[in-house]
């Protein structure tokens, strides 16, 4: 750790920011009483911290209190007098157990309470009319859990780097987000299927209308996010609602091709009305009940996300094709080439170890995206492709290549068979490995920190080695690139050509960068004959 004493110091001070509103008062105790820490919103003033020499502002309400309308849209949050402290993260959204994420400094902070409707902005200036480049991250977890209360998100970096404008938020979850209820419950319930996105775009809306003061640019509006929040990108790409509120959108590790059809997701709150013991003719009593109650019950429908409602998601987000109102947004999709080796590799970790006896078998059990393909074929091809890969070589890049890369593709390739004129689509895929842990290679979640430029605050992921901080410093100058024109070329990676269905160039992000044409030639040909569903629909 001596050879980077300042990113230390760094993390210690991220870390105790994280801390909850108790430990993160006392270090601004001086800042609370200095005029020019305090921003005026909308709905009323904040008060904020200085760290680093960028104005930080936490726990901004972007919407009132979600217990008043549950499974109804989002509403404006209630206006306040005087100044609102800004110095602590809000609720987390309500979700079972304690999960953290892969790529997690450390656990999530603050309570969780259906009062979550809240925002985080990190500037290096406030009304200065500087209109730098927004950057709106939303965070992953599925549709289920998490939140923007880890240090690892910190946007303090970012904009020192790029000078940028940097916002996290946190939204509804799970059931109380994504639980469709309009065909049991009728018009009162419209909109229960898509709260956790409603959310989403009234977060937007409130940059949109507040940004500025914040040195933002509302015109030059980038979302972004991985895993989860990459398909939460994905899905409002086909949202109308939200066009106008974005102008760039990336997604990493995370698609939404399609979304739950009305049939599937009623039978999943079937499941849950169950589960609660809440008959049909009593459903209204689901707004009333103790949130934990609802919350013990998150499991009951086993998958949560975006339903086709015919109102906020009129269509599937990239089914049949790419949306033709947002193909006049620049988009951005990336995944990691080893995205299996953590999210089957950590909880069967017996996969590490498997023989060309037990390969068969043990790839049947995770095929479900494989379709009807001869899985000795699709073995023999890996095989023929990579002649060094072992048995788990060949486990992982099957099960990462079906699962996780096809669906990203899905999305890249629809949107480059739009009409000339559509904005170009740039795919990209992380080869670099964690030193860690080498043989999770590139695995799901590595890309977080070096993206987001907080290497420091995921050491255990990383590392702290100069690679990582390299790869650091070409995957976040690349997406500042891209939050502010739309481009994503800049000085620390070769040219970077948009997708097209003939040279299918992709950014491999390495050490060095470089860009490959048609990587995976063999397995996109063979998994494109499969028809492609998301989970849950």
């Known amino acids: 750790m001596t050879e980077f004493p300042v990113s230390r110091r760094d993390f210690m001070r991220n870390a105790a920011l994280t801390a909850g509103a108790t430990m993160a008062a006392a270090p601004f105790a001086q800042a609370a009483v200095t005029p020019g820490l305090v921003a005026a919103t909308q709905h009323g003033k904040v008060r904020g911290f200085i760290d680093q020499d960028i104005y930080g502002f936490k726990g901004i309400p972007y919407g009132d209190d979600t217990a008043k309308f549950r499974f109804a849209a989002p509403r404006p949050p209630q206006p306040w007098t005087g100044v609102r402290d800004a110095l602590a993260f809000g609720p987390r959204a309500p979700q079972p157990g304690t999960a953290q994420s892969s790529a997690s400094s450390g656990a999530q902070a603050g309570p969780i309470s259906e009062d979550c409707l809240y925002l985080n902005v990190w500037t290096p200036g406030l009304r200065d009319n500087a209109r730098r480049a927004v950057m709106v991250y939303i965070h992953g977890g599925g549709y289920n859990a998490l939140s923007a209360n880890d240090a690892l998100y910190d946007g303090v970096r970012l904009c020192k780097r790029g000078d940028v404008v940097v916002v996290t938020l946190n939204h509804r979850l799970n059931l109380f987000g994504y639980l469709y209820l309009a065909e049991l419950g009728g018009p009162a319930f419209a909109d229960s299927g898509n709260t956790g996105?409603?959310?989403?775009?009234?977060?937007?809306?409130?940059?949109?209308?507040?940004?500025?003061?914040?040195?933002?640019?509302?015109?030059?509006?980038?979302?972004?996010?991985?895993?989860?929040?990459?398909?939460?990108?994905?899905?409002?790409?086909?949202?109308?609602?939200?066009?106008?509120?974005?102008?760039?959108?990336?997604?990493?590790?995370?698609?939404?091709?399609?979304?739950?059809?009305?049939?599937?997701?009623?039978?999943?709150?079937?499941?849950?009305?169950?589960?609660?013991?809440?008959?049909?003719?009593?459903?209204?009593?689901?707004?009333?009940?103790?949130?934990?109650?609802?919350?013990?019950?998150?499991?009951?429908?086993?998958?949560?996300?975006?339903?086709?409602?015919?109102?906020?998601?009129?269509?599937?987000?990239?089914d049949p094709d790419a949306p033709s109102f947002s193909a006049h947004i620049p988009f951005m999709v990336g995944t990691n080439r080893d995205e299996a080796r953590l999210l089957i590799g950590r909880s069967a970790p017996q996969m590490f170890d498997l023989t060309w006896e037990t390969l068969p078998a043990n790839m049947a059990k995770y095929a479900e995206k494989m379709g009807s393909l001869d899985q000795g074929e699709v073995i023999a091809m890996y095989r023929r492709n990579h002649p060094d890969f072992s048995a788990s070589d060949v486990f992982f890049a099957a099960t990462t290549d079906s699962r996780d890369w096809r669906p990203a593709l899905v999305e890249i390739e629809r949107r480059a068979a739009l009409p000339a004129g559509a904005a170009p689509t740039y795919s990209y895929e992380l080869h670099w490995g964690s030193p860690v842990n080498p043989k999770w290679k590139a695995h799901h979640a590595l890309d977080l920190p070096l993206l987001m430029d907080n290497v420091t605050l995921s050491p255990r992921v990383t590392g702290t080695g100069p690679q990582a901080y390299q790869m650091a410093e070409i995957m976040s100058e690349t997406y500042i690139a891209f939050a502010k024109t739309g481009n994503p070329d800049n000085p620390k990676i070769p040219h970077w050509p948009a997708y097209d269905l003939k040279r299918r160039a992709t950014m491999a992000f390495d050490l060095p960068p470089q860009v490959i044409d048609d990587p995976r030639s063999e397995p996109r040909r063979m998994f494109s004959q499969v028809p492609y569903e998301n989970p849950g629909t």
């Not at 009234?202 to 989860?228: C, K």
């Not at 929040?229 to 102008?247: D, H, R, T, V």
Request: proline content about 7%; aromatic content about 6%.
């Open 197 to 318: 996105q409603l959310d989403l775009i009234l977060a937007l809306q409130w940059v949109r209308d507040n940004i500025a003061e914040f040195g933002g640019d509302p015109d030059r509006v980038l979302i972004f996010g991985e895993s989860g929040g990459g398909a939460k990108n994905a899905c409002l790409m086909g949202m109308p609602s939200a066009m106008g509120l974005f102008q760039r959108a990336a997604s990493s590790s995370g698609e939404a091709v399609t979304a739950s059809r009305p049939e599937t997701a009623t039978r999943r709150a079937e499941q849950v009305l169950r589960a609660l013991g809440l008959p049909r003719e009593r459903i209204a009593e689901i707004r009333t009940l103790p949130m934990e109650k609802l919350v013990a019950a998150t499991g009951a429908a086993g998958y949560y996300g975006p339903v086709v409602d015919g109102r906020s998601v009129p269509r599937h987000p990239f």
